[in-house]
């Protein structure tokens, strides 16, 4: 088995073990591998290893990786920030944006969505605890994102995602996540119809599907520490 390999099923292992420890069913949370700073062979490895959905932060580089893999059947995330010069490479590669954080990116993803392709979709990031260094809408601002997003013909609005500042233990960072909870349940409550809770990555993945996280973003726990540019 390769190490990739081995990893995946270790962080299957610890999805598997959280969800029965929260009371849900083993299939009730997604795994995003998120692969920024690695190439297409380890984008490769993991499929062959079973994953097929792909978390990528840098617009240009992925778009480099999805052309090198578009022979295997891959779904394409883009979790980081998306400016709008780059919104029509979004548009035109990617199957998910999940960083929507102002209604201008995302009046320019539905415009610049090839008629070709089924809907763009969409989550909106929240900024759920206030940190200063992160992206994101305000939980109170979010509802008025969320509902005019829904309007746009060529996205789909799926749910919430959120990057919380790191937490001291389990309990602190579920303090965080259930806010998110709760605040995907309002919308829900509002009518928005949402399935898709974006949340949890390699250190908080199981305070993050106790609080509720429909889809976890994991990186480093699969394909090991990031190798950055010096």
Same mark, same amino acid.
Request: charged share 15%.
């Given at each position: 088995?390769?190490?990739?390999?081995?990893?995946?099923?270790?962080?299957r292992?610890?999805?598997?073990a &959280?969800?029965?420890s929260a009371?849900r069913?083993?299939d &009730?949370?997604g795994?995003l591998?998120?692969?920024?700073t690695?190439?297409a062979?380890?984008?490769a490895a993991?499929?062959?290893?079973?994953q097929s959905?792909?978390?990528?932060?840098?617009?240009?580089?992925a778009?480099q990786k999805?052309a090198?893999l578009?022979?295997l059947?891959l779904?394409w995330?883009?979790?980081?920030?998306v400016?709008?010069?780059?919104?029509?490479?979004?548009?035109e590669?990617?199957?998910?944006?999940q960083?929507?954080?102002r209604?201008?990116?995302?009046?320019r993803?539905?415009?610049?969505?090839? &008629?070709?392709?089924?809907?763009l979709?969409v989550?909106i990031?929240?900024n759920?605890d206030?940190?200063v260094?992160?992206? !994101?809408?305000?939980?109170?601002?979010?509802?008025?994102?969320?509902?005019?997003?829904?309007?746009?013909?060529?996205l789909?609005?799926?749910?919430?995602?959120?990057?919380?500042?790191?937490?001291?233990?389990f309990v602190?960072?579920?303090a965080?996540l259930?806010r998110a909870?709760?605040?995907?349940?309002?919308l829900?409550?509002? !009518?928005?119809g949402?399935d898709?809770l974006?949340?949890?990555?390699?250190a908080?993945?199981e305070?993050a599907?106790?609080?509720?996280?429909?889809?976890?973003?994991v990186?480093?726990?699969?394909? !090991?520490?990031?190798q950055?540019?010096?």
């Open positions: 088995m390769t190490t990739i390999q081995i990893q995946l099923q270790g962080v292992a610890r999805m598997a &959280a969800c029965q009371g069913a083993p &009730a949370v795994l591998a998120v692969s920024k690695f190439g062979e380890a984008v993991a499929y062959a290893a079973g959905a792909f978390g990528e932060n840098y617009i240009q580089e778009v999805i090198q578009r022979h059947p779904q995330h883009c979790i980081g920030p400016q709008s010069n780059k919104t029509r490479l979004v548009a590669h990617f199957d998910w944006v960083s929507v954080d209604i201008k990116i995302a009046e993803l539905s415009a610049q969505r090839p &008629a070709h392709l089924p809907p979709q989550c990031q929240v759920i206030g940190g260094t992160k992206s !994101g809408v305000p939980p109170e601002a979010t509802l008025a994102l969320a509902q005019a997003v829904a309007t746009l013909p060529r789909r609005l799926r749910g919430l995602m959120c990057i919380p500042e790191p937490a001291a233990d602190a960072s579920s965080v259930t909870r709760s605040l995907f349940d309002a829900n409550a509002a !009518g928005l949402l898709t974006s949340m949890g990555m390699s908080d993945l305070a599907i106790a609080s509720g996280s429909t889809l976890v973003r990186g480093s726990a699969i394909f !090991g520490a990031r950055y540019a010096v």
